[in-house]
């Protein structure tokens, strides 16, 4: 990411954990970052663009730190011990403004709602792989109740720090939560219990969330192939761009997007300003970063 982009998300999160998302101006934000508000819209072309970039920049600190734990050596046991940890650290960090934005996130809709639940889906699939060398298959049928009681447990604490201010030592939770954690599964292997969520439930649920992503990509290639020819260049220029486009358009048809084919052919895009914007959408609707 741009570092003086960075520099404006950074101070409008102190700014919106200080005074709220609506009385924060954008003339407040650029003093802040050391900019004029003119070209606050260089990066942004408005505050409510800002609050979605902002939210995408915590859930990228979120997925590096499943990605270092991934490329990790540590056991599965403390891997996850380490997830745990750092998740709840983060919450506690970030609370001022994720309790201040939280009404901000339902504002714009399914778009972000779905970038959550993105990662949310990556985060349970590596939970789930982590289970499963944690216990074998004797939690085959049971894994999802398993990551669920796992996340409710972890969600009431949260709570804690948003209503009562709590804190605790972040190491002693961690190994609190995965303990009791570890007294649930156990139990329920001895008593052989019927699992509640089935894997169908889910995958409807995974499902229904690609095909409201999909829905979103459309429009936008849409978008590109219409500024690619108003743009003030060569026939020869164009034509290769819009070939590009046609490409990425029968990729969006495939069940399974490749971002990395995404990320390789937006690069072509993203030294024409009036392309940038729609490839840095696409780029948040893939979960992927631009090669600038």
Known sequence: MNEKKLKIIQEASMLFAEKGFHSTSVQEIAEKSGISKGAFYLYFQSKEELVTSLIDYYINQLEQSLESLESGDLPPKDKLISQIKFQYEFVHQNKQLIIGQFDQLMMFGEDMKDRIYSFKTRLFHWVESLLYEIYGESIHLLVYDIYYLLEGIQSSYYRLIFIEDFSIDSDRLSNFIFDRIDDIVQAMIEKNIEPLIEEDTLHQVFDRIRARKK????????????EIKALDASPKTKSHLLEIVNYLTEEAKNDEIKGVIFKGMLANFTDYDSLRPY????ARELDIELLM
């Open 215 to 226: 829905e979103r990509i459309f429009p936008l290639l849409s978008a590109i192939e219409h």
């Open 279 to 282: 490839c840095e959408k696409l």
